[in-house]
C-alpha cells in the first residue's frame, strides 16, 4: 500500500469552509493531510479515522509571507492552547485537526468579523492576481486581434483564438467570490446567518473553473508539439522565456516560504530573482544567437510535394547563372495546411541576385483573401522603429492585371520586382530583382507552377 498519495487541489481560496469537509472526508477513507501545494495536496497513509477540521484565515499570510515567521507561530500556539493541531499551511490557510470526542474552541465566532478578514486578505489577493492576469490576457488579445495573418501560419497562432476563453476562467473566480462576499455582508446586515459553500458546490466549481482551463492549456500544449515538427529550435527557444519565469517562480517561493523567518526577506528574495533572470536570459540569448536554431530543419531543394518553379524556369539563358545558394522552409496549420518559403540566390558575371518564393494553401479562399490583404498591408506598413516606419512599399492593386492573369486578387509594388496573387484557396509571394512579372512566359510559368492545388 502506498504510504503517501497526491491528489489535485482545486479548491478556491473562498471555499475554505468545503475544504474541512473534503479533508474529514479523506480521514475517514483513511488519509491524512500533509501539505498543500499550489496545484495538488499531498495525504499520508493512515487508519481510517473521525477527526474534525477547521482551516482559518490567518490575515498575516500571504504568497509572499513565510511560513513560519514570529506571528504565524505565535497564532498557532494559541490555536494549540484552544485544542486545535497545526497541520500546514497554505498563504493566508492555516489547516488545524482535532481528534474525536474532543471539543476545541471555535478560532472565529463573529461572522461579521471573519467576513472582515476573507475580504482583506483571500478577496484582496484573489482580486489582485486576476487584475494582474487580466491585463497581461487583454496585452495579448490586442496583439492578437484583429488576427493577423501570420498568427494563421503556426497551430500555436491559431490556438490564440482561445485567449478570451482563458480570461473568462480566470475571471469567474473573482465574479464569484465578490458574489459571496456581497451575500455574507447582506445577511450579516439582516441579522442572517452566513451562507457556507458546500463541498458539493465547490466540487462543481473546480469541473467547470478548472476543467476548461485544464482543456485549454491541453490544447496549446498539443499546438506547440504540432508546431515543433517544423521547428524544434524556434519553439524551444520560445519557450525559454516562461521556462524561466516559472523556474524561477518556484525557486522564490520555495525560499520564501520554507527557509525565511521574516517578511523583510521576502524583498531581498525577489531582488536576487530578478537579477538572476536578468543574467541568465543575457547568457541564453548570447548562447543562441550564435548558432541556428533551425539550420537542421532547413532544406536545400523543395521537397516531393510542393508545387514549385525554380530561377532556371523563370529566367532565360542570358539572365542564368550559377546557382550558390537555396533554402527551404515549410511551416503548416490548421488554416494554412501548407505553407512554405523558398529562396534561391545566384551569381552571374559577378552580379549576386535572389528570387524568393511564399506558397500559402489555405482550407478556404476566404482565408487566402485575408492573408493576401495582410501581406499588402505589411509591405506597405513597413517596420515601425522608434516612432518611424522603415522599409515601406508603394503596393498597387491592379484589376487589369488582375483579369490578364485570371485571379481573385493580384498587387505588385512600384518597382515591379515583388508581386502578391491569390486565386482560390492558394495565395503566393514572389520577390526577384531581375523577374518581369509581365512577361507573358514567366506568368504561364508561375500559374503551372505554383497555383495546382
Given at each position: ?8 487541489w482545486g479548491?478556491?481560496s473562498?471555499?475554505?469552509k468545503?475544504?474541512?469537509?473534503y479533508l474529514?472526508e ?6 491524512m493531510?500533509?501539505?498543500v501545494?499550489?496545484?495538488t495536496?499531498?495525504f499520508r ?6 477527526l474534525?477540521?477547521y ?8 504568497p509572499l509571507?513565510?511560513?513560519n515567521?514570529?506571528?504565524?507561530e505565535e497564532?498557532r500556539?494559541?490555536?494549540?492552547e484552544?485544542?486545535?493541531n497545526?497541520i500546514?499551511?497554505?498563504d493566508f490557510?492555516?489547516?488545524f485537526y482535532?481528534e474525536?470526542?474532543e471539543s476545541p ?5 463573529d ?5 472582515k478578514i ?6 484582496k489577493?484573489?482580486?489582485?492576481s486576476v ?7 487583454i496585452r495579448?488579445m490586442?496583439l492578437?486581434?484583429p ?8 497551430f ?5 483564438i ?8 480566470v475571471?469567474?473566480p473573482?465574479i ?9 455582508r447582506r ?8 451562507e457556507?459553500p458546500?463541498l458539493e ?5 473546480m469541473?467547470?473553473i478548472?476543467g476548461?482551463t485544464l482543456?485549454i492549456?491541453i490544447l ?9 515538427f517544423?521547428?524544434?529550435g524556434?519553439?524551444?527557444l520560445?519557450?525559454t522565456?516562461?521556462?524561466?519565469g516559472i523556474a524561477t517562480g518556484l525557486i522564490?517561493?520555495?525560499f520564501?516560504k520554507?527557509k525565511?523567518?521574516?517578511?523583510k ?6 531582488t536576487f530573482?530578478?537579477?538572476g533572470v536578468l ?5 541564453a540569448?548570447?548562447?543562441f544567437g550564435?548558432f541556428?536554431i533551425d539550420?537542421g ?13 525554380s530561377?532556371t524556369e523563370l ?5 542564368q547563372g550559377v ?5 527551404f522552409n515549410?511551416g503548416?496549420s490548421?488554416?494554412v495546411?501548407?505553407h512554405?518559403?523558398?529562396t534561391?540566390t545566384?551569381e ?7 528570387i ?9 479562399p476566404?482565408?487566402a483573401?485575408r492573408?493576401?490583404?495582410?501581406i ?6 513597413g517596420i ?7 522599409f515601406q512599399k508603394t503596393v ?5 492585371m488582375r483579369?490578364?492573369?485570371?485571379v481573385?486578387?493580384?498587387a ?5 520586382n515583388?508581386?502578391?496573387?491569390q ?11 531581375k523577374?518581369d ?5 514567366i ?5 503551372d507552377?505554383?497555383?495546382?492545388d
Amino acid at each position: 500500500m502506498n504510504k503517501t498519495k497526491r491528489v489535485f487541489w482545486g479548491f478556491l481560496s473562498l471555499d475554505y469552509k468545503a475544504m474541512e469537509t473534503y479533508l474529514e472526508e479523506m480521514s475517514e477513507k483513511g488519509w491524512m493531510l500533509e501539505k498543500v501545494g499550489v496545484w495538488t495536496a499531498k495525504f499520508r497513509a493512515m487508519e481510517p479515522k473521525k477527526l474534525k477540521f477547521y482551516v482559518d484565515v490567518f490575515k498575516e499570510g500571504g504568497p509572499l509571507t513565510p511560513e513560519n515567521t514570529k506571528d504565524a507561530e505565535e497564532y498557532r500556539n494559541l490555536c494549540k492552547e484552544s485544542g486545535w493541531n497545526f497541520i500546514t499551511s497554505k498563504d493566508f490557510l492555516q489547516f488545524f485537526y482535532a481528534e474525536e470526542g474532543e471539543s476545541p474552541t471555535p478560532l472565529q465566532t463573529d461572522d461579521d468579523l471573519e467576513q472582515k478578514i476573507v475580504r482583506s486578505t483571500l478577496g484582496k489577493w484573489e482580486i489582485i492576481s486576476v487584475i494582474f492576469v487580466t491585463v497581461i490576457s487583454i496585452r495579448l488579445m490586442i496583439l492578437y486581434f484583429p488576427t493577423k495573418y501570420r498568427f494563421m501560419l503556426s497551430f500555436v497562432g491559431v490556438a490564440g483564438i482561445l485567449f478570451p476563453l482563458m480570461l473568462v476562467s480566470v475571471i469567474a473566480p473573482v465574479i464569484y467570490g465578490l458574489a459571496r462576499m456581497l451575500k455574507a455582508r447582506r445577511n450579516i446586515e439582516r441579522g442572517l446567518p452566513i451562507e457556507k459553500p458546500t463541498l458539493e458546490d465547490a466540487r462543481k466549481r473546480m469541473k467547470v473553473i478548472h476543467g476548461s482551463t485544464l482543456i485549454i492549456f491541453i490544447l496549446i500544449a498539443l499546438a506547440f508539439i504540432a508546431d515543433s515538427f517544423f521547428r524544434p529550435g524556434a519553439i524551444a527557444l520560445s519557450l525559454t522565456g516562461p521556462t524561466l519565469g516559472i523556474a524561477t517562480g518556484l525557486i522564490l517561493r520555495f525560499f520564501i516560504k520554507k527557509k525565511s523567518k521574516d517578511k523583510k526577506d521576502s524583498v531581498l528574495y525577489v531582488t536576487f530573482a530578478i537579477l538572476g533572470v536578468l543574467f541568465v536570459s543575457a547568457i541564453a540569448n548570447s548562447i543562441f544567437g550564435r548558432f541556428n536554431i533551425d539550420s537542421g530543419y532547413k532544406h536545400d531543394t523543395v521537397p516531393e510535394g510542393y508545387p514549385a518553379i525554380s530561377i532556371t524556369e523563370l529566367l532565360d539563358s542570358s539572365q542564368q547563372g550559377v546557382l550558390i545558394h537555396s533554402e527551404f522552409n515549410a511551416g503548416a496549420s490548421p488554416m494554412v495546411p501548407k505553407h512554405y518559403s523558398y529562396t534561391e540566390t545566384w551569381e552571374s558575371n559577378g552580379v549576386r541576385d535572389s528570387i524568393n518564393i511564399k506558397y500559402y494553401n489555405t482550407i478556404h479562399p476566404r482565408l487566402a483573401e485575408r492573408i493576401f490583404h495582410g501581406i499588402v498591408a505589411e509591405l506597405r506598413e513597413g517596420i515601425k522603429w522608434k516612432g518611424m516606419r522603415l522599409f515601406q512599399k508603394t503596393v498597387n492593386l491592379d484589376e487589369t492585371m488582375r483579369v490578364s492573369w485570371n485571379v481573385d486578387n493580384i498587387a505588385m509594388t512600384e518597382d515591379k520586382n515583388e508581386i502578391i496573387m491569390q486565386k482560390g484557396k492558394i495565395v503566393v509571394h514572389l520577390y526577384g530583382n531581375k523577374t518581369d512579372f509581365e512577361n507573358s512566359h514567366i506568368k504561364e510559368t508561375i500559374m503551372d507552377g505554383l497555383f495546382v492545388d
